[in-house]
């Protein structure tokens, strides 16, 4: 798989911001939905079962009060499923923890060294898996 030049000419380091990248997920044929909804927690997976997860909201970010258009589903993953307990524990693999760390904060830019302070695993690690050249989950440094 080639990424952005761009991109292959950065060396993260434990403090470059990180976010999900959307768009690779649509330029690698992923439908991120169908892994969202294995993030649900169990009352609203069988809630989504019967409504359309890809319908929009707007969603007023809590800190910088930024209106976002997100899904319903994106929506329910942060307002509810990402604060229960179950969401990420110490079980949760590394790349599931930080892409669900991601989804809990509403997409907002983490360092590996944030990140270490949300999942409890090693910010040298995180950045050794994800500030790599192969993309997990979207994955990317963030690019302002």
């Known amino acids: 798989m080639t990424d952005s030049p761009l991109f292959s000419l950065l060396k993260p380091t434990v403090d470059t911001a990180f976010h999900i990248d959307f768009h690779w997920w649509k330029t690698h044929e992923h439908d991120w939905h169908v892994h969202l909804e294995k993030c649900l927690c169990e009352g609203h997976k069988a ?16 800190e910088t009060a930024e209106v976002q258009q997100v899904d319903a589903l994106q929506h329910m993953l942060i307002e509810h499923c990402a604060r229960q307990p179950e969401f990420c524990t110490p079980q949760t693999t590394l790349v ?14 983490l360092t ?24 997990y989950m979207g994955i990317r440094p963030f690019q302002a």
């Open 96 to 109: 599931e923890a930080v892409f669900r760390m991601f989804l809990a904060n509403g997409n907002t830019a």
């Open 47 to 62: 809630y989504f079962a019967e409504v359309d997860p890809k319908e929009t909201i707007d969603w007023i970010h809590p």
């Open 112 to 135: 590996p060294r944030e990140l270490e302070t949300l999942t409890g695993k090693d910010a040298t690690t995180i950045l050794r898996t994800i500030g790599g050249h192969k993309v």
